[in-house]
């Protein structure tokens, strides 16, 4: 490909690498140090335009201004053409209010605890929040505390 630095695509996908593996990148702390990461296949930038071209579903919106490409939906700590969707920046960002406003349930086999948001249980049991996160997902214990934990509907 010649030229890439003037693709359309390239400085979205440079920011995606960059706040996955720059510690100085100024979201690197909410990306990178919290485990998020790039598929490598996704580390060459022609392998990211072709998947975005020809194998991800709306995948030809992220040309257009309001488009984003989201992790969380599907996955949650990788961008992949697995793991991602297109979402327009207003549902994406409705989504991130929803997920930050979710009501969490810590409970182990002599306590419940509920919390008014996955922050507020992280603090208050001093676990890290991608920690409390995986647990979520795959519904296993906190191994050093012992609690699980589910969203309270």
């Known amino acids: 490909m010649k030229n890439k630095k003037k693709h359309p695509l390239y400085s979205r996908w440079l920011n995606m690498i ?6 100085y990148h100024s979201h690197y702390k909410y990306y990178g140090a919290k485990g998020v990461t790039v598929a490598e296949r996704w580390h060459n930038f022609e392998n990211y335009v072709e998947d975005v ?8 919106l992220l040309y257009e201004k309001g488009w984003e490409l989201d992790k969380d939906v599907n996955g ?10 297109v979402l327009s920046a207003e549902e994406n960002n409705k ?7 979710r009501k969490v349930m810590a409970f182990s ?6 919390f008014q948001s996955l ?4 603090r208050n049991l001093n676990i890290r929040h991608s920690s409390i996160t995986s647990c979520l997902k795959r519904g296993n214990r906190h191994k050093a505390t012992g609690y699980c934990f589910k969203y309270v509907v």
Not at 109 to 114: A, F, G, S, V
Not at 119 to 122: I, L, Y
């Open 53 to 60: 071209e020809t194998r991800l579903e709306n995948g030809h």
């Open 109 to 114: 086999n002599t306590q419940e605890i509920e």
């Open 119 to 122: 922050s507020e249980a992280s």
């Open 95 to 101: 989504l991130c209010v929803e997920k930050q406003q």
């Open 76 to 85: 949650g700590m990788i961008y992949s053409l697995e793991t991602c969707v």
């Open 18 to 23: 960059n706040r996955c593996y720059k510690s």
